[in-house]
């Protein structure tokens, strides 16, 4: 029986697997250079001088680079900011590629972007499961006295910050559980967890969405909704593993699973 809920699945569906081919959506990721490791400045097969400054990235190149800033051919020197816009309209660019300044805890680096990449032509769809209505429970937002900020560790090996609001509590099987959440600009909540598929048929760890909560901290924990993170696409994001209480000794046979 179809439902107003699992249509909106369906679409939901979609949508993402839409985004993540888009031509340079997570699978077009095909490098992220830190600055740090680069005190000279010259990125491996990525023309003109990157150095990181106080406020930003200088960039030196001349004509023969072919880099184009701001739609324009570019020679000379240009401080950049992080990009905060979509990745297609990074400020500096190579032919179809897009070369995006990004900065995390004070450090400095470049991505690069390409629609043509191996991962993005290979790309036949994400695996999930289809709608199903019992993974989708009432959830209550318990907010910290302050943010708490603790350190992860990164696919890419490293530790980070991550600051943590408060917690998500919701029932499952009759069981209550929690799962720690970062809460974003719009209010929404992030939970970054993993569960006894994790590693298996699914995932090592996925990210899970809950709508802003309500003024009594009411929300929906819909793990139909429950999707890969970015390192499942490519190897070069860095996203943060799950807090310390996030890996669920439930089998969470919901949502995305894994590359098609």
């Known amino acids: 029986m179809t439902t107003d809920a699992s249509v909106a699945w ?12 888009a031509p340079y959506g997570p699978l077009a990721l095909i490098a992220t250079h830190w600055l740090e490791d680069y005190p000279e400045g010259r990125l491996p097969d990525i023309p003109g001088k990157w150095v990181a400054g106080e406020a930003g990235v200088v960039l030196e190149a001349g004509e023969s680079d072919g880099l184009t800033l701001d739609g324009r051919p570019f020679a000379g020197e240009a401080r950049l900011a992080a990009d905060s816009g979509p990745e297609s309209g990074s400020r500096v660019a190579l032919g179809a590629k897009r070369l995006v300044v990004l900065v995390r805890e004070g450090v400095w680096g470049v991505r690069v972007y390409d629609p043509g990449s191996a991962a993005r032509q290979a790309f036949r769809g994400i695996e999930a499961k289809p709608y199903d209505p019992r993974w989708s429970v009432p959830g209550r937002f318990i907010p910290y006295d302050a943010t708490r900020t603790i350190r992860l560790g990164n696919a890419d090996g490293r530790e980070r910050g991550f600051a943590l609001a408060g917690e998500l509590a919701f029932s499952l099987d009759g069981r209550e559980r929690t799962l720690k959440v970062a809460r974003q ?3 929404l909540l992030w939970a970054v967890f993993a569960d006894a598929t994790s590693g298996g048929t699914s995932f090592r760890f996925r990210f899970l969405f809950a709508p802003a909560p309500d003024a009594q901290g009411r929300t929906t924990v819909d793990f139909n909704r429950a999707q890969l993170p970015p390192c499942a696409f490519a190897d070069h994001f860095i996203c943060p593993l799950p807090a310390p209480g996030n890996t669920l000794d439930a089998a969470i046979e919901a949502g995305e699973r894994r590359l098609g």
């Open 10 to 21: 369906k679409q939901w569906h979609e949508q993402r697997v839409e985004s993540v081919a």
């Open 185 to 187: 600009g719009d209010g």
